[in-house]
């Protein structure tokens, strides 16, 4: 009985969903050549549900060996879940294979003036692989998990040393936006507490840039969220009159911020169209609304370039909106992360405000239109 009433409450809500997903951008106008691909980065089987680990896998590399290192550490918390202690034991020996056998395939992927430090973070992997295995004898989930948590931020920035050069050029017609060539982090201080959240301009290098000078410009702080719909979406961005996206006082013009999607496999983003629409039903972006926490610009429904100011983030739940089963994916650009603070998310409502929104790492990276 438990089990019909559940598949009902998901079948309601999926509909739901389903004229949300609809609503959603008219909601926008509420009141108010040898480049890495990114087919081989997300590995087979169960949909990613964490932030961290898809900024993880969208990181332009081509490495294979990290890769199978990280993936065989995120698989742990899901077993540790479900107490599967024995596959947990295979994790582990494979992560400590990859090290053994592939050190010096991962480390060719570093430049030289970061080989030293690579080393020093391998080697700090091997001894928390020891204290994985340790706590495994145990079945001791606590210091698994910490664990594994310490180990994937040293596998990032293992990761990150090893991205070259910015993997494409965006095209000409968007080069009055800033772009955000890299990755940004953004601390918003709320009526509720602090959230971080970071943005990746790798794969949507327009949308993360435009978020990014906002903030840098002040344009968040003090604005009220404008809407809240439970286990769905918050959204945020409508600044007070009449206006309802970013004026740019140079131009005196509305900045209009195009659809901009990256998928799993191509080199570079698909501009200006849904992926329904350019008949991409199968293709998976490599930013999906799969995370709690994911942030995505709002859009009015008729104009897939119409985006500006105002975005959301995804309140998912895992149970009622599949990850890889939406109805937003392909339909409105993702361009980050919610790192820390998700408790503050489940707090928010409309009506509360952003204090304010400050990039706190990646600045650097914010690349402004030439004049």
Do not use: H
Request: net charge negative.
């Amino acid at each position: 009985m438990n089990t019909c009433k559940r598949w009902l409450k998901t079948g309601l809500i999926a509909l739901l969903l389903c004229v949300l997903s609809v609503g959603l951008s008219a909601a926008w106008w509420d009141g108010g050549s040898s480049t890495p691909k990114r087919e081989s980065v997300l590995p087979a089987g169960n949909a990613i549900t964490d932030g961290k680990a898809l900024l993880r896998y969208a990181l332009p590399i081509d490495n294979e060996p990290i890769r199978k290192f990280q993936s065989s550490l995120e698989e742990i918390a899901g077993r540790i879940r479900g107490k599967r202690w024995s596959p947990i034991k295979g994790d582990i020996t494979t992560a400590a294979r990859i090290l053994s056998i592939n050190e010096g395939d991962i480390l060719a992927s570093i430049p030289d003036d970061r080989q030293t430090e690579a080393k020093a973070i391998i080697e700090e992997l091997r001894a928390e692989i020891e204290v994985l295995r340790s706590a495994l004898d145990i079945k001791d989930g606590e210091t698994l998990l910490e664990t594994r948590a310490q180990m994937l931020s040293q596998v990032t920035q293992l990761e990150e040393m090893m991205v070259g050069e910015f993997p494409f050029e965006v095209p000409a017609e968007y080069a009055n936006i800033p772009q955000l060539k890299g990755r940004a982090t953004v601390k918003m201080t709320t009526s509720e507490g602090d959230i971080t959240l970071v943005v990746d301009g790798y794969s949507a290098p327009v949308t993360a840039g435009n978020f990014v000078d906002l903030v840098q410009r002040g344009f968040y702080d003090g604005l009220e969220f404008i809407r809240s719909e439970e286990s769905y979406v918050l959204q945020v961005g409508d600044p007070p009159g009449p206006e309802e996206g970013f004026i740019d006082p140079d131009t005196g013009e509305y900045r209009a911020v195009p659809l901009e999607i990256l998928v799993r496999g191509d080199d570079e983003p698909t501009y200006g169209i849904t992926l329904e629409a350019a008949g991409r039903y199968r293709d998976q972006p490599v930013l999906p609304f799969s995370a709690y926490g994911t942030v995505a610009m709002a859009r009015p429904e008729s104009n897939p370039d119409g985006g500006s100011s105002q975005f959301f983030f995804f309140l998912f739940e895992p149970e009622l909106t599949p990850a890889g089963l939406n109805l937003l994916d392909g339909r409105y650009s993702v361009f980050g992360y919610v790192t820390e603070g998700k408790e503050v998310l489940e707090n928010l409502t409309q009506g509360d405000a952003i204090a304010s929104a400050k990039v706190i790492q990646g600045l650097e990276n914010l690349v402004q239109p030439k004049k």
